[in-house]
């Protein structure tokens, strides 16, 4: 009976839910979505990409014929929904970062976030948030603007135990540009510009909710609090907790490439900075990058010196030293037998290159003399203020010797005057 044979198979049929492509994204089951689709998305390496922009179609129109979600696929719109407050960072929120002031001093600093952006994209994508684990990766793309906090410390226990913990108080720091001279009282407010800092997302350590503390003005001061009056709280954070933030950043600058990218600064001009008190912040084991004007680290004082002023500078150093003047906060001592006047290393210790043009005429702008120069004795070559260690090594009797005319030659080629020491800056007291 075939009729009976089909109204069995029918109603078979009717009693299993069977398979469907689609799957219901509401209750009421108005709102659909292919699954293709949905697996598509959930395992899409760029789903955080700004999707209107991509140039794969697939991306662009997903499911919006049948509804979808929105038109609005900006990026920090998905983190905002699809993501946990501790584990974004946020416009206004708080990371720690690595910055260098006074053009060589390397120092911790707590911000408030202002900005975040995706760089090289075009154009520049900026975004609202972004997640935490993925700025400081390797490879990232992400920079981050933020105001450095001025920060105070306090005993937090009040009883003089020595327990420091640090109060935020409604200050950003400013600093004067890493290349400005020192400004007059006057030129001041012009120049403090700097209240911004962008850092490298390889060096931001977004902070957690677990990190950030809030106390009271009469709290951090242990005093009664006005009935009468709400008080603001200001973030607080322990040494212990700004110790271990320096510890996890110094880590990453172990490698040339991060470390180059820590933000160089000239002055503190506004706020309290660096975090100092009985323990400093501070880190002077790292080595300072050149700012943007080319600017490096002198060897033996850290101070950062343009290419064009190193001859000067080191100069200084080796004539200070040849004389046995102590200079107070140098890392490294000049060598003793044939310094390079680049470096101040020994010459056969050194990479510097000396095959350089330079005049051995002192100036106001460019005083040292201190230039290669080839004895006429021999066919060695050194720098103008080891000549006359070379000579006392290699040609003892050179004073006598050699004939006069010559003799008056050289040693008017390798003498060293006064105006030109007083325009290194070195002291009556300092000279020979």
Not at 68 to 90: F, M
Not at 149 to 178: C, H, K, M, T
Not at 210 to 228: C, F, G, M, Q, V
């Amino acid at each position: 009976n075939a009729e009976l044979a089909l109204a069995s198979e029918k109603a078979a049929h009717t009693e299993s839910n069977g398979h469907s492509l689609w799957i219901d994204l509401t209750e009421d089951g108005r709102k659909k979505a292919h699954k293709k689709t949905i697996l598509r998305t959930l395992m899409d390496p760029t789903f955080d990409i700004n999707d209107n922009k991509s140039h794969d179609r697939l991306l662009r129109v997903r499911y919006y014929s049948i509804g979808g979600d929105s038109w609005d696929r900006t990026a920090s719109t998905v983190y905002s929904k699809s993501t946990s407050e501790d584990h974004l960072l946020k416009i206004q929120g708080l990371f720690a970062s690595l910055v260098c002031f006074n053009g060589s001093k390397t120092s911790l600093a707590i911000l408030q976030c202002t900005g975040i952006k995706i760089v090289n994209t075009h154009p520049i994508t900026y975004l609202e948030a972004a997640p935490s684990a993925e700025i400081s990766l390797p490879d990232t793309r992400y920079e981050v603007t933020g105001q450095i906090l001025s920060l105070v410390p306090f005993d937090e226990s009040n009883n003089s135990s020595g327990r420091i913990s640090w109060a935020w108080i409604a200050q950003y720091v400013a600093f004067d540009s890493a290349k400005a001279k020192q400004a007059s009282a006057a030129e001041l407010p012009s120049r403090m510009r700097h209240l911004s800092v962008t850092v490298d997302g390889r060096l931001v350590l977004p902070l957690k909710s677990s990190d950030l503390k809030e106390l009271t003005l009469e709290e951090i001061l242990n005093i009664p609090r006005p009935a009468d009056k709400e008080s603001e709280k200001t973030w607080v954070f322990s040494n212990e907790q700004l110790e271990v933030f320096g510890r996890i950043l110094c880590e990453r600058v172990t490698e040339d490439a991060v470390r180059m990218k820590i933000p160089v600064y000239g002055a503190v001009k506004d706020g309290r900075y660096p975090y100092e008190a009985t323990i400093s912040h501070c880190f002077n084991f790292i080595v300072a990058p050149a700012p943007k004007d080319g600017r490096r680290p002198c060897g033996v004082c850290l101070k950062n010196v343009a290419g064009s002023e190193r001859q000067n500078h080191m100069g200084r150093h080796i004539l200070l030293s040849q004389r046995g003047v102590i200079e107070p906060e140098i890392v490294m001592e000049v060598a003793k037998d044939y310094p390079c006047g680049f470096c101040g290393k020994e010459m056969s210790e050194n990479g510097c290159s000396i095959s350089i043009a330079s005049a051995l005429k002192s100036s106001t702008t460019k005083p040292s003399t201190n230039a290669p120069l080839k004895c006429s004795l021999c066919t060695e070559t050194h720098w103008k203020y080891n000549m006359p260690k070379h000579l006392q090594d290699r040609h003892p009797s050179w004073k006598v010797s050699v004939p006069l005319p010559d003799r008056d030659v050289l040693a008017s080629a390798i003498s060293i005057s006064q105006e030109e020491e007083a325009r290194m800056k070195i002291t009556h007291s300092q000279q020979e």
